[in-house]
């Protein structure tokens, strides 16, 4: 094969893999999720921990991430899909609630809210879905006010949605 030949093959063989790449990239860094409320914040640290994704919470790691809210703002669905269900996020303590929307990519979870949707209703993302509960009034004023999101892939797999949301 001549010079002019193999380099006529190898630049488009490495073309093809920049742009995998570059394809790759641009999937991993995705902004999926509409903010859930306006100039939406992840919750810091508080007197009661911390609100990121993997913080310490004892013996265990905290599986979503805490956006602030003041309490009764608007909540709307990060992502469009179907109210499946209403989880409660402490057992035998029915006065704090939670939703679960669910599409073809994601389960998202959000608790410490009151839905204004039924279930298997379809929502689109940046719709009203309901309005937040005061977390600080269960563990008293050290507590940020803030509702917990958390998210699993198509496959069940938690995920860390910190930098997925526009």
Known sequence: MDVQKKNNYIAPVLWGITITGLAILLT???????????????????????GSFGAS???RTHNGVDVVVTPGQNIVSPI???????PYPYKGDFN?????IKNS???????????TVLANTKVTAGQTIGKAQNIAAKYGN????HVHI???DSKGNLINPTNMFV
């Open 150 to 152: 958390e998210v699993r």
């Open 57 to 59: 919470r004892g013996g």
């Open 105 to 115: 990519e994601y389960t998202v979870m959000i608790f410490y809210m009151n839905t």
């Open 80 to 86: 469009s899909g179907t109210i499946t269900r209403f």
């Open 28 to 50: 991993m860094t995705k902004k999926a999720f509409a903010a859930i409320v306006p100039n939406q914040k992840i919750r810091g640290c508080d007197a009661h921990g911390c």
């Open 142 to 145: 050290g507590m940020t006010p």
């Open 96 to 100: 704090y609630k939670g939703i679960e």
